[in-house]
């Protein structure tokens, strides 16, 4: 299966800043999500993150919010822009097909002040 | 809002007791998968069941799949303490445009196993 690295793996940041997440991926692969857990909740897909072309959000994301870059086949990032306490979470990213086990980074804990 | 509903929300035993969570879904899927995470770390893929099955095993692991029902059960036997963590499903959808490869996550069942 595909070995995730995800960066940072937490950060304290403060309101109204912007944070960049990224994901690395040891194999070449076609489609990557992007997902939050918020505290003691369970996971909502953000956006999925395809090679070439625009992210595809999820209904009650946006891309001004949430901009997404995938610049080639192993490598995601996510931002969270103009943070608010609200956007304390863990944010993930995953790899998997269709019909394939999905696998999953370790995780973006995220704590704002 | 959440495709899948987790039952229990959360579940206390003894080790090597066996532990039975279930899920249940609201639309067609083409595979069900189930995960652990363990203290809000990553997660990790235990098991994929497709559409088309209706029993897989791994180790202490067994999940059903009833599609008619549309539901799922996991079963851990004979668990550990190191099994405590929180146990999700996952339902992909049927094939086709955007919903090719997302997952929909149930809310989660909280596992303890005490020594």
């Known amino acids: 299966s595909a070995v995730i690295s995800q960066k940072p793996s937490r950060d304290i940041c403060q309101r109204g800043t912007s944070l960049t997440i990224q994901c690395q991926v040891d194999?070449?692969?076609?489609?990557m999500f992007w997902y939050r857990q918020q505290p003691g909740q369970s996971l909502t897909l953000i956006a999925t993150?395809?090679?070439?072309?625009?992210?595809?959000?999820e209904s009650g994301f946006v891309i001004d919010k949430f901009p997404i870059s995938r610049p080639n086949l192993t490598f995601s990032t996510l931002t969270v822009s103009n943070m608010s306490p609200e956007d304390s979470s863990i944010y993930l990213c995953?790899?998997?097909?269709?019909?394939?086990?999905?696998?999953f980074g370790d995780g973006t804990r995220l704590s704002i002040l | 809002s959440q495709q899948g509903e987790e039952d229990p929300q959360a579940l206390s035993i003894q080790e090597g007791e066996n532990a039975t969570m279930n899920c249940s879904y609201k639309?067609?899927?083409?595979?069900l998968q189930w995960y652990r995470q363990n203290s809000g770390r990553g997660l990790v893929h235990l098991i994929l069941?497709?559409?088309?099955?209706r029993e897989k095993h791994s180790g202490r692991l067994r999940v059903t799949l009833d599609t008619s029902k549309k539901s799922s059960s996991l079963l851990i036997t004979a668990s550990r303490a190191a099994d405590t963590a929180s146990y999700f499903c996952?339902?992909?959808?049927?094939?086709?445009?955007?919903?090719?490869?997302?997952?929909?996550f149930g809310q989660g069942t909280i596992l303890t196993v005490h020594p």
């Open positions: 993150a395809n090679q070439g072309s625009e992210a595809t959000y």
């Open positions: 996952a339902t992909a959808a049927l094939a086709g445009g955007t919903s090719y490869g997302k997952l929909t």
């Open positions: 194999s070449q692969v076609t489609m």
């Open positions: 069941i497709r559409s088309n099955e």
């Open positions: 995953s790899v998997g097909g269709r019909d394939q086990p999905q696998h």
């Open positions: 639309t067609s899927i083409n595979n």
